[in-house]
């Protein structure tokens, strides 16, 4: 069948640009037995050179608290948390509310005249909402959140992004806590009635700024670290029948911790939902005819055939796992694809992104074993928590 590429195959058969060819990749079975992870984190105190990003607003960033990694003993009534006013009436549901439930819970509050929140800054451009750094106007420590915003008409993704987050409580992955809804003036004069998402602020910003200031990729062993963070937010939402569908380094945030906890200070969280599926939902349906995810970070059968499944979160993960060690971007010596170039690279060439031969045996293999274009050969998650690449203490 004639290709109507842009891409000239030519340049894959005589070696105009570096490639790997994967498409049937020489992978070993996994003498690794996939079994549930455990979170470790020990308080080595070697020295890290990695480069920070630089902080959003150091004002606000000597104030946040310490991170907890584990989870909250909910049964422990002396323990304070910081709920939001419009969460506070609500009681606790073991089951996930649905979006006919939301909306008919937004249309029959009271809308606030004024938002209980000051947006002091802008954060960036979430899948469906403006992100702002955000302080209480009533609690007296100044709590500070990120609210993802958007007008209320256009405001379902948001809800059903809430739907999923409210239900999820993991140390790596972005906390939610609640909505508010409040007309708000708008730059232009007048107001306008958003819809206000409340959620954890990272102040350490996202991998992808750190990535971006650290010329050259990040060093192994922050790699090793990081990459073990996002297998464990993945195998904990995977477990919890969601898939992500957007895994890249823009949606992995980092929260600052203490050196004696993490001696690079971060701690890495799975945040922006908005293009996550729930498997069983009507939404989901077959797992078949969806788009969506940034093309970069796509699955070969999610460009080619549309079809969603745990993989695709995997293959993503592999992506952005390649950019932390060398810097650029995925396929990055394809820049200006349409969509028609990008279904013929990735859909049906046979390829994978380039793997340098720089890197040690041990991340070359965990890579292909993640970048792998069969999804029913793709390793799952237990199988790369388990892999010696993930095996560093931290």
């Not at 720089?358 to 928590?385: H, K, N, T, Y």
Request: proline share 6%; net charge positive; glycine share 8%.
């Amino acid at each position: 069948m004639k290709m109507k590429s842009a891409i000239s195959m030519s340049v894959y058969q005589y070696g105009q640009v570096k490639f790997n060819d994967y498409s049937n990749p020489p992978l070993k079975k996994p003498k690794y037995s996939p079994t549930k992870s455990v979170i470790e984190i020990s308080d080595s105190s070697s020295n890290n050179k990695m480069i920070p990003p630089l902080p959003q607003n150091p004002i606000f960033t000597v104030k946040l608290s310490p991170i907890i990694l584990h989870v909250p003993n909910t049964k422990n009534k002396k323990r304070r948390r910081f709920t939001p006013p419009l969460l506070k009436k609500k009681k606790k549901s073991s089951r996930s509310r649905s979006i006919k439930e939301i909306t008919k819970e937004v249309f029959d509050g009271v809308v606030r005249n004024s938002s209980s929140w000051i947006k002091s800054e802008f954060l960036g451009r979430g899948s469906y909402g403006l992100v702002y750094l955000a302080t209480s106007k009533k609690e007296k420590g100044k709590t500070i959140m990120a609210i993802k915003s958007a007008e209320i008409s256009r405001a379902t993704s948001l809800m059903e992004e809430e739907r999923i987050l409210t239900r999820l409580l993991s140390p790596f992955i972005v906390r939610c806590y609640g909505h508010e809804i409040a007309r708000e003036d708008t730059l232009f004069g007048g107001s306008r009635t958003n819809y206000n998402l409340i959620l954890e602020y990272c102040s350490g910003k996202s991998l992808a700024d750190l990535i971006e200031n650290n010329i050259g990729g990040l060093s192994e062993k922050d790699v090793k670290v990081f990459a073990r963070d996002i297998l464990n937010g993945l195998d904990y939402i995977h477990r919890e029948n969601i898939i992500h569908c957007d895994i890249k380094p823009e949606n992995i945030l980092l929260s600052p911790v203490e050196n004696r906890i993490r001696p690079n200070g971060y701690v890495t969280k799975i945040g922006d939902f908005g293009l996550a599926l729930e498997k069983g939902s009507s939404e989901y349906g077959k797992a078949s005819g969806h788009t969506r995810g940034t093309t970069r970070y796509m699955s070969p059968e999610l460009i080619r055939h549309k079809i969603v499944d745990y993989a695709v979160d995997i293959w993503a993960f592999g992506c952005t796992v390649l950019e932390m060690f060398t810097g650029q971007e995925v396929w990055g010596e394809h820049s200006d694809l349409g969509p028609v170039d990008w279904d013929s690279l990735v859909g049906q060439s046979g390829f994978i992104p380039y793997i340098p031969d720089w890197l040690s045996e041990e991340a070359q293999e965990f890579l292909r074993s993640c970048l792998v274009r069969d999804p029913g050969s793709r390793w799952g998650i237990g199988a790369l928590m388990n892999h010696p690449f993930c095996n560093v203490n931290v």
